[in-house]
């Protein structure tokens, strides 16, 4: 792992540390200084869920499989998930209350007066958000978008899966993934793109060769394409020979034109080559269509107009609290199915989630493209 990704681990550990002792200290000062209870409970939380941190950011990928394994993941998620979710119930109590106070406003003013029903409240509020987290990046949904372009007929008309984020290892256990082939395959597609960040520094030996005998399984009439995604290079091993042994194509700002005639360009979005440079070099004609794979959906409205989809992930379907973040500064399509002038644009919620495995308030995906 990088110095970056530590850093960031120390960052997401004292977020915790934070974010339970401002609600602790300030709004139950009593509570932690005099109960025997708070001198116990709270010193001991906070022990074992940096600890989880520091375990799952250091030793992860080496740990076998097993309950250990899937147990500290869930601690680590728990603990950081329950003091951020709680921290920022608290901020939205503090703001409703100088509220309330500007415009003299009294209805329910008692409840978030009142520190220890609030504090009940949420907490069961994070269990519960928690719990739906759980639940939702386990469990794929899918969606289905059509996309009518002018330049696909009948006779180069795709079906298309989309998929990416994966992260095995901390993303998607081996349930997720044989949920996406058994979803995938019930589809009779063409095409498989698998839009990057397949593997992290959470990623094993065994996740990558589990990953790779599912990609392996997958049925379409034209195989599987794979450009990478940011979090690919902190993966312990190389990833590419796991995928081309599943049969899968790497494209990293290359083409591929497919039987149909429809030209496939995986775009590394970390380089300063641009989709155009891209055509130029490899003599792609303006009147032959284009779907471009790349990971970060940013950039993509400012493509040739023989680009007729783009797809992408990166976003994780725009997780809490990015849902009440302006995504858009970041992102041409945070997420979902978008339309620029005559060009789609697609980015799926992905198989997984990174660093945590939570997904809220949207569920993880296979997506389904039917362009025509």
């Known amino acids: 792992m990088s110095t970056l990704?530590?850093?960031?681990w120390i960052g997401m550990s004292l977020t915790a540390f934070i974010g339970m002792t401002i609600f602790i200290y300030l709004e139950h000062p009593k509570v932690w200084r005099q109960s025997k209870f708070g001198k116990v409970i709270f010193?001991?939380?906070?022990?074992?869920?940096?600890l989880s941190l520091i375990l799952v950011s250091t030793i992860y990928s080496e740990i076998e499989d097993g309950f250990f394994r899937?147990?500290?993941?869930?601690?680590?998620?728990?603990y950081f998930g329950i003091m951020v979710l709680m921290l920022a119930i608290y901020l939205l109590r503090h703001f409703i209350l100088l509220v309330y106070k500007v415009f003299k406003i009294n209805r329910f003013k008692n409840f978030f007066c009142h520190k220890r029903r609030y504090t009940v409240f949420a907490f069961v509020l994070s269990?519960?958000?928690?719990?739906?987290?759980?639940?939702?990046?386990?469990?794929l949904k899918l969606r289905?978008?059509?996309?009518?372009?002018a330049m696909i007929d009948e006779t180069n008309k795709l079906k298309i899966a989309l998929i990416a984020d994966s992260h095995v290892g901390g993303g998607a256990n081996h349930d997720v993934l044989d949920q996406m082939v058994e979803m995938i395959n019930s589809q009779n597609v063409d095409v498989v793109l698998f839009a990057g960040?397949?593997?992290?520094?959470l990623s094993s030996t065994s996740d990558l060769k589990y990953l790779?005998?599912?990609?392996?399984k997958l049925k379409s009439t034209y195989g599987v394409f794979y450009t990478s995604g940011n979090h690919d290079k902190e993966t312990n091993q190389e990833l590419y020979p796991y995928l081309e042994s599943a049969g899968v194509t790497v494209l990293e700002d290359e083409v591929y034109t497919l039987e149909?005639?429809?030209?496939?360009?995986?775009?590394?979005?970390?380089?300063?080559?641009t989709v155009e440079e891209i055509l130029e070099e490899n003599n792609i004609s303006s009147d032959i269509p284009v779907i471009v794979n790349q990971h970060i959906p940013r950039g993509i409205k400012n493509v040739p107009e023989n680009v007729v989809l783009t797809c992408c992930g990166h976003t994780h379907g725009m997780n809490f609290p990015w849902k009440i973040i302006w995504p858009e500064f970041f992102w041409d399509n945070p997420y979902g199915f978008r339309q620029f002038d005559s060009m789609y644009s697609v980015t799926t919620s992905g198989l997984s989630n990174w660093g945590f495995h939570f997904k809220w308030p949207d569920s993880s995906d296979v997506t389904i493209i039917n362009l025509y």
């Open 127 to 139: 269990i519960l958000m928690l719990w739906q987290g759980f639940y939702q990046i386990d469990h």
């Open 197 to 201: 960040d397949a593997s992290d520094s």
């Open 5 to 8: 990704h530590i850093v960031a």
């Open 212 to 216: 790779s005998s599912s990609l392996q």
């Open 70 to 78: 899937t147990a500290l993941l869930y601690v680590e998620t728990t």
């Open 260 to 273: 149909n005639g429809v030209v496939l360009l995986g775009h590394h979005d970390h380089t300063s080559t």
């Open 144 to 149: 289905e978008y059509d996309a009518d372009s």
């Open 43 to 50: 010193p001991v939380s906070h022990f074992i869920g940096i």
